[in-house]
């Protein structure tokens, strides 16, 4: 099984690498817009199309693929340099959604053009990479990519159907206890893979749970981004009894890279095919 990943994986990181590699790298002109990139997704997206020699500033979460590491940092996602930004003077300023909101008003009212970013299923990653194309003028390398991306994923769906749906829990931090519901972007990844998310609705996508909660539930998989261990989680009340860990299937992030699973960009390809790999196995 693991072989099989390994030549699925390779793949499919081809796909994306080639989509950076086919496009044509030329030196930004004057007429390219300067760019200024505060989402980690955005970035990723911009460089799958060949166009990160068209990004000033980024945060330092950017940090895919590794050629982003080599441009200039303004912050972090929760804490962003304003003045480092205006200094740049960008063309353009990427957001995402959520904790930018304010920011992104902030910066359209000093009058910057701002775009806010924020794929909140499967299906929006292809609409986020056009989206992106258009307005950093790279239309032809985005629709080719977007439709390589809407054909792996019907890819995925086809392979799901008729097959048992495994429960999975995704535990995404620790104190407070939180996972996603199924409106969320990963609850929609973890669906489209052929999973059936445990937590159907919560009050908010990524939202505060009870450790009862997860007992009760039954999951099948586990999937812990929470820096816990295989012992921590064991020694936690009445969870020895949850069929994941009774069948010792808990996974962590050495198991399936949380970029794949976290971040709505071309990777997340790996991220689903990874988790239907481990769907097979029922």
């Known amino acids: 099984m ?31 817009p300067r760019l200024v990139v505060l989402s980690p997704e955005v970035a990723e997206i911009i460089a799958a199309l060949g166009a990160e020699d068209q990004i000033v500033g980024l945060t330092q979460e950017c940090d895919f693929p590794p050629q982003l590491s080599k441009i200039k940092k303004v912050g972090n996602f929760g804490l962003v340099d304003r003045e480092a930004v205006i200094a740049l003077k960008p063309d353009m300023i990427f957001t995402s959604s959520l904790e930018h909101d304010a920011l992104a008003q902030e910066f359209s009212k000093l009058g910057y053009t701002v775009h806010q970013i924020y794929p909140r299923s499967v299906r929006d990653i292809s609409h986020a990479v056009t989206h992106i194309g258009e307005k950093i003028g790279r239309v032809a390398e985005a629709n080719s990519l977007a439709r390589e991306l809407e054909g792996k994923i019907e890819e995925l769906r086809r392979r799901s159907e008729g097959k048992p749906r495994p429960r999975v829990y995704m535990e995404i931090y620790r104190d407070p206890l939180m996972s996603v519901s199924d409106a969320s972007y990963v609850g929609d990844l973890i669906e489209t893979a052929g999973g059936n998310n445990v937590f159907d609705v919560l009050e908010r996508d990524y939202c505060r749970i009870d450790a009862e909660d997860v007992v009760a539930a039954k999951p099948d998989i586990i999937i812990c981004y929470s820096q816990e261990t295989l012992q921590t989680i064991l020694n936690r009340k009445g969870w020895q009894d949850i069929p994941a860990i009774r069948n010792k299937r808990v996974y962590f992030e ?29």
């Not at 050495?254 to 029922?282: S, Y």
């Open 2 to 32: 693991r072989k099989t990943f390994s030549i699925i994986s390779l793949g499919i990181i081809l796909l994306v690498v080639g989509a950076v590699s086919s496009c044509q790298k030329t030196p930004p002109s004057s007429t390219e």
């Open 254 to 282: 050495k198991d399936i890279n949380p970029d794949w699973m976290q971040r709505a960009t071309p990777r997340a390809i790996l991220g689903m095919e990874r988790l239907r790999e481990l769907l097979d196995t029922f």
